[in-house]
C-alpha cells in the first residue's frame, strides 16, 4: 500500500453513515486515492474535507467512469496528492471527542441528580 501507485475506496450507498478504517490507512500511506463513495455519505465527506477530488457515487457508472478517466490523468500527469490530515490524528480526534463530551455534560437543562433522590436497589 505504501508504494502503489494509487488505492481505491469503495463504498456502496446503503453505508453512508459508516467510514471504513482502510480510508485512515489509505491517508496515512500518502498515496493518490480515487474515491467510489457516495460523495454525500460520511466516507465521502471525509474525503472531500481531506482533499480527495475524485470521488464517485459508486452506483453510477457515469460518474465511476469520469472519476477513474480524470484520476488517472491525474497520476499519469504526477498531480500531487496533499491530503489534509492535522486533524485526523489521535491528538486531534481525542481532543474533539473530549469537546462532545464536555458539551453533552453541560447542556441546559442537564441535571446531576443528588445522593438524596437515589434510593438502593434491594
Not at 44 to 51: E, I, L
Not at 77 to 83: C, E, H, L, Y
Not at 111 to 121: D, G, H, L, N, V
Amino acid at each position: 500500500m505504501l508504494r502503489a501507485d494509487g488505492l481505491i475506496v469503495m463504498q456502496g450507498s446503503n453505508c453512508n453513515e459508516q467510514i471504513p478504517a482502510k480510508l485512515y490507512e489509505y491517508f496515512r500511506a500518502r498515496r493518490p486515492i480515487l474515491g467510489l463513495a457516495d460523495p454525500l455519505g460520511d466516507t465521502g465527506k471525509v474525503m472531500r474535507d481531506a482533499g480527495v477530488t475524485h470521488i464517485a457515487k459508486l452506483e453510477d457508472a457515469d460518474q465511476v467512469e469520469s472519476a477513474i478517466d480524470s484520476y488517472l490523468c491525474a497520476v499519469c500527469n504526477g498531480a500531487p496528492f496533499a491530503w489534509k490530515l492535522s486533524d485526523m490524528s489521535r491528538r486531534a480526534r481525542a481532543g474533539a471527542l473530549a469537546g462532545v463530551l464536555e458539551e453533552a455534560s453541560t447542556t441546559a437543562g442537564h441535571t446531576t441528580p443528588s445522593k438524596a433522590r437515589c434510593e438502593p436497589r434491594c
